[in-house]
């Protein structure tokens, strides 16, 4: 948004940043993942994505962040750079197992989530997502909320960071899985789910053929 644009790479593992200038592309930058499927959350340089497909952007003026949501195809996740800190953090899903499942982090489960896209902002840092869970054929809604960032206290020192929480809901449809049950997501490395909260609803959708 504004001077840069997001991209998911997908066949190459990475999110870019396209810098504009005056309606031009003027560089383009890998800002997170790198070579080879994973499932590593960190650093942009240190994390790794499998797939990563859709993408949608957050930002707050009023806490300065800006975050790129990004739907994981094969990890079956959803994934979150936050630009301000240059971190890569799973917010919602479970890569080990996919399903349709409703729930907070990874009691969440998707089958390939595919598009996704920022509808509202419930309040402070509060985005609302829907995603596409291509398999499951449902749509899904998701409630982010992260606390904003902590004021320094007197002596200048950083207060203890707010967590954070997900949790999915299902608002309409039963999804099954296509193959019957859950199954091992692709990657390697080790994840950490964030301690956001998100909610995931699916308002439209059977979930089966």
């Not at 942009?44 to 707050?60: C, E, I």
């Not at 899903?93 to 996919?98: K, S, V």
């Amino acid at each position: 948004r504004g001077e840069f644009a997001y991209i998911a790479d997908t066949a190459n593992q990475r999110i870019r940043r396209l810098s504009l200038k005056n309606g031009t592309v003027s560089t383009v930058v890998t800002v997170a993942g790198r070579a080879g499927l994973g499932r590593i959350d960190g650093e942009g340089a240190v994390a790794q994505f499998a797939d990563p497909f859709g993408l949608a952007v957050y930002t707050d003026a009023r806490y300065n962040v800006t975050w790129v949501f990004v739907t994981e195809f094969t990890n079956h996740r959803i994934r979150m750079y936050d630009a301000g800190n240059d971190t890569v953090s799973t917010i919602i899903g479970d890569h080990a197992n996919f399903g349709n499942e409703d729930g907070e982090g990874t009691n969440a489960n998707f089958q390939s989530p595919d598009q996704l896209m920022v509808i509202s902002d419930n309040g402070d840092l509060s985005p609302q997502l829907y995603v596409a869970d291509t398999k499951n054929k449902l749509v899904r809604l998701v409630d982010v909320h992260i606390p904003p960032p902590l004021p320094r206290d007197f002596a200048g020192a950083e207060q203890p960071a707010a967590t954070t929480t997900t949790t999915t809901t299902t608002a309409a449809g039963a999804g099954s899985d296509d193959d019957g049950g859950n199954a091992n997501g692709n990657g390697n490395g080790s994840s950490s789910a964030d301690s956001s909260a998100t909610t995931t609803t699916t308002p439209a959708g059977s979930g089966s053929e």
